[in-house]
């Protein structure tokens, strides 16, 4: 049997323009979270913006030096306004102020950051951040509408609470949302355009009584990393979720669910329409009998309950007569290799996605051993949403040879 090591693919590069507003902070935060993920990321700063945050935060976030000075005469980068922007895959800038805008839709260039964003050639990405009337004020717009034309992409701003005090446009996205648009912008392929793919997600929760349940460690983060990446590459997604913290992505449809019976009933409803069903989900396997409408008293005796199995979804759809391509995932505790070849076959599905339960559950990490028909490939230890990119290609792969 052949067993593959899928190595690392190089990494993209954003460079990361931040200019002088309260917002900053949040920037640092955008930062963190886009080299968590296994982004290369560069950081420019004004000199207003050094006023907020230091570049020794961005620096010690991306650990890369941070550029504020076009005159530098000991940056490495010789003519770095070019030089930067030539081997960046984007530019954002986050937060982008009133006067960086304007001087953006004129094409001034009186510092480094305005310098490489006219020098650039690769897509451009602005996050406005300000006071209300600033951002309604017609020179503003008008700013706005010239960089629209221009091809830039305009994100937020929102609505809110802002730092001044005043309620209004004008708050800049919050981080999780700016790297999500980075994300799906930067890594946007076109491998599943029109399919839609169906992914169930998280745990499901089977209640005893009106108070308790029985439930399953999963924190959701690795359905939810393959929902984002599978929208990357232009599916339409549905997320069928069970109960857990995360925000939930930016998908055609999601849908909430509490047990397993639940997931099930979803899970039918919408399979017609799938081409991909991906089955994540850590589904419990057992739910009560009897489950009681009130809260049971305590005693000081043993309690026991009864419980009956629970429907095996993906045995559901896999044995349908005409099943959408199947994955599904096994998180085991010991023995992975063994228990994961025979839940492929028990399951009856062409791609079965292992990973080690102790080391995945609410990490932001995993390593992950693909089982298919030409063997096992092991994907090693990357963040979630790197082990799912490697995994949507895998699954375009095998799909597209099954057509
Ligand atoms: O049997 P086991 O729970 O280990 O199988 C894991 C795989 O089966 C996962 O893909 C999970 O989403 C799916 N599953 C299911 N319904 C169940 C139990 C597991 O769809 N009741």
């Known amino acids: 049997m052949m067993i593959s090591r899928v190595s690392a693919e ?11 507003g309260v917002a900053a902070y949040k ?8 080299a968590q993920d296994g982004m290369d990321v560069h950081t420019m700063m004004t000199q207003a913006a050094c006023r907020f945050v230091g570049p020794v935060t961005f620096q010690s976030l991306t650990g890369h030096t941070v550029y504020t000075d076009l005159w530098d005469a000991n940056t490495t980068q010789n003519m770095a306004h070019i030089n930067l922007s030539r081997s960046a895959d984007m530019i954002l800038v986050a937060p982008a102020s009133a006067d960086f805008i304007a001087k953006l839709a004129h094409g001034s260039a009186d510092d480094l950051l ?5 020098a650039r050639d690769c897509p451009l990405m602005i996050a406005p951040a300000m006071n209300r009337q600033m951002w309604e004020n017609p020179a503003t717009q008008r700013n706005i509408s010239l960089l629209r034309q221009d091809g830039i992409k305009i994100i937020g701003p929102a609505s809110g609470e802002q730092a001044c005090g005043e309620i209004g446009m004008g708050r800049m996205l919050e981080a999780a949302e700016l790297a999500q648009a980075v994300q799906a912008a930067i890594y946007a392929t076109a491998l599943l355009q029109d399919k839609n793919v169906l992914i169930t ?3 499901t929760f089977e209640a005893i009584d009106a108070v308790r349940g029985i439930t399953n460690r999963s924190s959701g983060k690795m359905g939810y990393a393959i929902a984002r990446t599978a929208a990357e590459a232009g599916a339409a997604v549905t997320l069928i979720s069970g109960p857990v913290c995360l925000v939930p992505p930016d998908v055609d449809k999601f849908i909430p669910v509490v047990s397993a019976e639940d997931m099930l009933r979803a899970v039918q409803t919408e399979i017609a329409q799938t081409d991909i069903f991906i089955s ?10 009897h489950v009681n409408q009130q809260k049971i008293k305590k005693s000081a005796g043993n309690l026991a309950l009864e419980l ?9 759809v896999s044995g349908l007569p005409k099943p959408p391509f199947c994955v599904g995932f096994a998180a085991e505790t010991e023995n992975l290799e063994k228990n994961a070849a025979i839940k492929r076959r028990k399951k009856n599905v062409p791609l079965l996605v292992a ?8 990490s932001d990490e995993s390593e992950l051993i693909l089982f298919d028909d030409t063997g096992q490939h092991i994907l090693p230890k990357a963040s979630k949403m790197q082990q799912a990119r490697h995994l949507i290609k895998h699954i375009h792969r095998l799909y597209s040879q099954q057509q």
């Open 114 to 118: 305005t310098t490489v964003c006219l």
């Open 10 to 20: 190089s990494k993209k590069r954003l460079l990361l323009g931040v200019t002088g």
């Open 201 to 203: 997600a998280g745990p």
């Open 308 to 316: 009956i199995p629970n429907p095996d979804i993906l045995t559901f």
């Open 355 to 362: 990973n080690l339960a102790q080391h995945a559950i609410g």
């Open 27 to 34: 920037a640092a935060e955008l930062a963190r979270l886009l």
């Open 280 to 289: 994540v989900a850590a589904v419990a396997d057992y739910r009560v009998a």
